[in-house]
């Protein structure tokens, strides 16, 4: 690529920013868009919008940036949670580390770089490729190459040093946060599932009798699980009908008064609308509590069982419970909002079933994108696309023609299809049997980082670069080789792809294009909304992936390439403003991990280093520098114990809280009044929605008969 082209790539990218973050410091400030630009703070009842004009409402200003700048990590944690706090800080620590790296990269290697002959290139600056700047034109043997070497050292301290340091703040912050939050169910709770069955008992009964027997100081309560996926199609239903019938009788719904009851409303007699829709309403609960009371008997054997302490409830966690591993099998519990209440509906070989077909439909799309991969690199090779579309010769060779097409559209075609991909993903990680929306995105989220890395990266890589030589199988002995040939080869489309896929597609993040539309459509057909103002989940599983994956870039490419390092220090510096305006006005989490998703930026990170050595050993061979290349070989070495060190020392803590933790925490509620009312709270805690008792008719009282029919079990 020229330079020309990155120039014009980065112009139209730059002019996308600014035209997004324009409009939306001027939409923001409308009162009927607060519910697009504001929806957190709406909800919370913080917002202070005013119908009122004012010409400073269609000015643009910068006062967001402000505020989101100043924003402390103390606040976030506070009114965000510790995930939020954690996706923040990696901004911060990706800030540091490439703040460094570009310091060393454009003010050392490139200057080294620029100065080599190794490539022939015209003399006019703007004519020149990109590779000019690139290690690729130093020449071979040079003794220049140990200016390289010593960055790469140089560089991987730093990064091990930060990457200590943030695993450490955030380990801290995760027991800081745990002392000072109230009681939380989950802290009390676990999940036993495999429960054996017992001839002539219920499954009630045996973990009754099982917990009583062998935790008789802790053992507080209980809740089986019971199969209620067709009795949640009902109260769906019945909460669409109790909306409807409460916005007709409040008068607000410009609708007619009477209606057919036959079919779609066109035939049958007319009756009055509010008085059908509330026997159809009593109806529905009428059924839902005939079904309630039916399911005794479809108990899973599974239940939350919960103690009296935290203490007792890690002891139980922790042991084996049985003689039989397979049996009476436990883990954590998540947060009640966060269950994923279908999972108990799958038994042992559906659930084991359904990982295999997971793990066939990953491997497969892996395979199915090598595709639009192909298309990509076709566009970023112009004698390629030459190639297979001889007729297009004589538009390719229309210099701007040209510039568009290697510098811009390549990236904007792969990130177009790389949008696809987060929802297949949840989708495939919602089919494996997790019983928390949380740990299913977590799995969303490693399974999309590893798509990411092999499609975006190695697939681009290889089929950019050994196109034609589609049968060659990588041995152990030449992975630095061939990455050393085929890296180098594609920095010049991994640098526009940052700027068009990270700059762009952040300035579109804030601007939330499609709320925007969806809310100028109701407005304008006049469409009567029946939902509730939803405030939309924080998108770690899709954005948290590929921050991980621009890191990855930037540390392969720190010596091989160092002009990409500013591009990555301003994409950054925009997520750390964008995200933290978001998390402070739309988004709001809808489950806490602790801070879970640090571990998997911890090993990207340690992935990405080892990646750049292995890259430096091969390239200092091809370089004519086999010392370099040798003593290059133990960076990886001490990397690796290096994380495992990490990973000891830390990780730990990440898993579960350490008895020291407990039993203060334990202590210090025994002097807490209101300990007694969490406890009996915590008795219904983890009882199913589906079970709670229907009480949506809006013309009966709730009286003794809506008391719920399935009781939780408690000594």
Not at 588 to 609: D, Q
Request: aromatic letters at 14%; charged letters at 15%; a neutral charge.
């Amino acid at each position: 690529m020229l330079l020309s082209a990155l120039l014009t790539s980065v112009g139209i990218n730059l002019g996308l920013c600014f035209l997004f973050f324009t409009l939306y410091s001027i939409l923001r400030k409308q009162p009927g868009n607060v519910t697009v630009y504001a929806p957190r703070l709406v909800h919370e009842g913080k917002s202070q919008q005013r119908d009122e004009f004012n010409l400073e409402r269609f000015l643009p200003t910068a006062g967001w940036v402000r505020r989101a700048w100043e924003l402390s990590d103390e606040h976030i944690l506070l009114n965000m949670g510790l995930d939020a706090l954690v996706f923040s800080r990696i901004f911060v620590f990706s800030l540091r580390v490439f703040s460094f790296a570009a310091m060393v990269g454009i003010f050392i290697l490139v200057p080294v770089n620029y100065m080599g002959t190794e490539l022939e290139e015209f003399s006019d600056l703007s004519n020149k490729t990109l590779d000019s700047f690139s290690i690729s034109n130093v020449n071979n043997g040079s003794n220049r190459l140990w200016i390289h070497f010593c960055a790469i050292y140089i560089f991987t301290g730093v990064v091990c040093s930060l990457l200590y340091s943030e695993f450490k703040y955030i380990s801290s912050k995760r027991i800081a946060y745990f002392y000072s939050s109230k009681p939380q169910p989950q802290e009390f709770t676990i999940m036993v599932s495999s429960i054996p069955r017992v001839s002539g008992s219920s499954i009630s009964d045996t973990v009754e009798s099982f917990f009583r027997q062998y935790h008789p100081s802790t053992y507080l309560s209980h809740i089986v699980v019971h199969r209620t996926d067709k009795l949640k199609t009902l109260v769906n239903n019945a909460e669409k009908l109790y909306k409807k019938l409460t916005r007709i009788k409040s008068g607000n719904f410009s609708q007619q008064k009477f209606r057919r009851d036959g079919f779609l409303g066109l035939f049958g007699r007319n009756v009055d609308e509010a008085d059908h829709y509330e026997k159809k309403l009593e109806k529905l609960e009428h059924e839902m509590r005939l079904k309630q009371s039916l399911l005794a008997g479809e108990e899973v054997p599974a239940a939350f069982v919960s103690f009296r302490t935290r203490h007792g409830a890690s002891i139980a966690l922790n042991i084996q419970q049985g003689l039989d591993p397979t049996e009476w099998v436990t883990e954590m519990a998540p947060e009640p909002r966060d269950v994923h209440w279908p999972f108990f509906t799958a038994s042992f070989v559906r659930r084991w079933i359904s990982n295999v077909v997971v793990f066939v439909a990953f491997m497969t799309l892996i395979v199915l994108f090598i595709v639009p991969v192909l298309l990509v690199q076709g566009l970023a090779n112009l004698h390629q696309l030459e190639i297979w579309f001889p007729f297009l010769k004589g538009v390719l060779n229309i210099a701007v023609v040209s510039q568009v097409i290697t510098g811009y559209l390549p990236s904007l075609i792969l990130q177009f299809f790389l949008h696809m991909i987060p929802p297949v993903m949840l989708l495939l990680s919602s089919m494996q049997g997790f019983i928390s929306h949380s740990q299913t995105e977590n799995s969303a989220c490693f399974k999309l980082l590893i798509f990411t890395i092999w499609n975006s990266f190695f697939a681009n890589v290889l089929s950019g670069s050994a196109l034609y030589r589609v049968n060659v199988f990588l041995e152990p002995k030449n992975i630095p080789r061939v990455l050393a040939e085929a890296v180098p080869a594609q920095a010049t489309f991994f640098i526009s792809y940052v700027v068009t896929s990270g700059w762009t597609d952040l300035s579109s993040e804030i601007f939330r294009l499609v709320p925007l539309l969806l809310s100028f459509l109701k407005k304008i057909f006049c469409i009567e909304d029946d939902k509730e103002l939803q405030v939309p989940s924080t998108p770690y599983c899709g954005e948290i992936p590929k921050i991980l994956f621009f890191g990855l870039l930037g540390i392969t490419y720190f010596f091989l390439s160092p002009l990409i390092l500013p591009f990555l220090v301003v994409y950054y510096c925009l997520g750390y403003i964008i995200f933290r305006n978001q998390l402070l006005n739309v988004y709001a989490g809808k489950y806490e991990t602790g801070g879970k998703f640090w571990p998997i930026v911890h090993r990207s990170t340690v992935f990405s280093l080892i990646l750049m050595h292995v890259i430096a050993i091969g390239i200092f061979g091809l370089k004519e520098r086999p010392l370099a290349s040798s003593l290059t070989i133990p960076l990886p070495i001490l990397t690796t114990l290096f994380s495992f060190y990490c990973q000891r020392r830390f990780l730990p803590i990440f898993r579960s809280y350490p008895t020291e933790c407990l039993v203060n925490k334990d202590r210090a509620d025994e002097r807490d009044p209101d300990m007694s009312e969490f406890h009996a709270n915590l008795v219904v805690a983890y009882r199913d929605p589906a079970l709670l008792p229907p009480q949506f008719s809006l013309s009966r009282d709730i009286n003794q008969e809506d008391s719920p029919l399935l009781h939780s079990r408690q000594p």
